[in-house]
């Protein structure tokens, strides 16, 4: 299984970004994906998941600006990233979950003020 994570950046605070992760040896369309991210210093944190059924969660801190997607046919997921602030500086990774949790290696986001 390999997850490739895409579209990292930088970008001006109030800024967007679209991170997409794209995968490979597994059925992609059963999976859960998620994306998270991991600022400096601090532990990593779930940030988007949306469910084989195609079910979202978010965490609170990105609700009404982050979107998570999927694309069964591309097997990807994306990240549409808004209103981007200083404090979503992080490293962004995505994660399949299947039985198994598999993830990509990471993608950085640096937002400056």
């Known amino acids: 299984v390999q997850l490739q994570a895409s579209g990292g950046g930088l970008v001006q605070a109030g800024g967007s970004l679209r991170l997409s992760c794209v995968a490979s040896g597994l059925a992609f369309g059963s999976a859960a994906m998620g994306w998270y991210r991991q600022a400096p210093g601090k532990t990593r944190e779930l940030v988007a998941r949306?469910?084989?059924?195609?079910?979202?969660y978010y965490a609170d801190s990105v609700k009404g600006r982050f979107t998570i997607s999927r694309d069964n046919a591309k097997n990807t997921v994306y990240l549409q990233m808004n209103s981007l602030t200083p404090e979503d500086t992080a490293v962004y990774y995505c994660?399949?979950?299947?039985?198994?949790?598999?993830w990509g290696q990471g993608t950085l986001v640096t937002v400056s003020s």
């Open positions: 949306i469910y084989a059924d195609g079910s979202i």
């Open positions: 994660k399949a979950s299947l039985g198994y949790s598999y």
